[in-house]
């Protein structure tokens, strides 16, 4: 074999070979492209079934708070139910506690004029109800009530003097200073005037005014001496008067 038929073999095979490897590599391109479709397709098909998961969880979760809605709807409309019942059980507490009242109130000792009512009225029997049943600031509310609907009943100056042991029965004793000290100016012969004076005192004494509560008590015992809120004035005063070692 001469040289030139040895260039030409040796070129045959070098477009042989360099043929092949074209073939190999876009081979191996093919099978590398093929193998990240696959891929993709893995994912995608993993994004889709956590997609499905999370929504199957979404509609959980709205379903369960449709319920919610509805339990606490039927909460509401059973807290609102009871309230009514409650309501309507401190109705009838408050008119049996008028009826059987451990309070006793002499309003009037006189018997009732020919021709008059001897009973109170139903506003005042109501607002007396509530303070007999402890309820301060509901009597007020009903005694004041009465007091703006019947400025002309017997039963005003009760009214006044109650709403005071209202306010005294709370520890608001200048509310209630200012109750009482409107009965003694406004019904000074009322029986409820003494009563007044003496809570007057009391206020004083509570608020650590000592000169004004003797001042009440003196005042009390001069111009109301027969009656029992006197009794006790001269009791408070002959314990104020007694040395520090001598009380109990």
Same mark, same amino acid.
Request: charged residues 25%; positive net charge; aromatic residues 8%.
């Given at each position: 074999?001469?040289?030139?038929?040895?260039?030409?073999?040796?070129?045959?095979?070098?477009?042989?070979?360099?043929?092949?490897?074209?073939?190999?590599?876009?081979?191996?391109?093919?099978?590398?492209?093929?193998?990240?479709?696959?891929?993709?397709?893995?994912?995608?098909? $993993?994004?889709?079934?956590?997609?499905?998961?999370?929504?199957?969880?979404?509609?959980?979760? +709205?379903?369960?708070?449709?319920?919610?809605?509805?339990?606490?709807? +039927?909460?509401?409309?059973?807290?609102?139910?009871?309230?009514?019942?409650?309501?309507?059980?401190?109705?009838?507490?408050?008119?049996?506690?008028?009826?059987?009242?451990?309070?006793?109130?002499?309003?009037?000792?006189?018997?009732?004029?020919?021709?008059?009512?001897?009973?109170?009225?139903?506003?005042?029997?109501? @607002?007396?109800?509530? #303070?007999?049943?402890?309820?301060?600031? $509901?009597?007020?509310?009903?005694?004041?009530?009465?007091?703006?609907?019947?400025?002309?009943?017997?039963?005003?100056?009760?009214?006044?003097?109650?709403?005071?042991?209202?306010? #005294? =029965?709370?520890?608001?004793?200048?509310?209630?200073?200012?109750?009482?000290?409107?009965?003694?100016?406004?019904?000074?012969?009322?029986?409820?005037?003494?009563?007044?004076?003496?809570?007057?005192?009391?206020?004083? @004494?509570?608020?650590?005014?000592?000169?004004?509560?003797? @001042?009440?008590?003196?005042?009390?015992?001069?111009? #109301?001496?027969?009656?029992?809120?006197?009794?006790?004035?001269?009791?408070?005063?002959?314990? =104020?008067?007694?040395?520090?070692?001598?009380?109990?």
């Amino acid at each position: 074999m001469n040289h030139l038929q040895k260039l030409g073999l040796l070129a045959l095979g070098t477009l042989l070979l360099g043929g092949c490897a074209a073939n190999d590599l876009a081979v191996k391109r093919q099978t590398e492209t093929e193998t990240k479709v696959e891929h993709l397709f893995q994912i995608a098909g $993993g994004i889709e079934a956590r997609l499905n998961e999370l929504s199957g969880r979404l509609a959980t979760l +709205e379903e369960r708070d449709a319920q919610r809605t509805a339990v606490f709807k +039927e909460l509401s409309d059973g807290v609102r139910e009871l309230k009514e019942v409650n309501q309507a059980l401190q109705a009838k507490v408050q008119t049996a506690a008028v009826v059987a009242t451990p309070k006793v109130e002499v309003v009037n000792p006189d018997p009732a004029p020919k021709g008059r009512d001897a009973g109170p009225p139903q506003g005042y029997v109501k @607002a007396f109800g509530l #303070y007999s049943t402890n309820n301060f600031s $509901g009597a007020i509310q009903a005694f004041e009530l009465f007091l703006k609907e019947q400025p002309a009943s017997e039963y005003v100056p009760n009214a006044q003097y109650w709403i005071g042991e209202c306010y #005294y =029965s709370v520890s608001d004793l200048p509310k209630a200073l200012v109750a009482f000290q409107k009965v003694v100016d406004g019904w000074p012969r009322h029986l409820k005037a003494s009563d007044a004076l003496l809570k007057i005192g009391y206020s004083y @004494a509570a608020q650590k005014q000592p000169d004004k509560a003797k @001042a009440s008590f003196e005042r009390l015992i001069r111009s #109301y001496p027969a009656s029992p809120a006197a009794v006790k004035a001269r009791e408070r005063l002959m314990s =104020s008067d007694q040395p520090a070692s001598g009380r109990h």
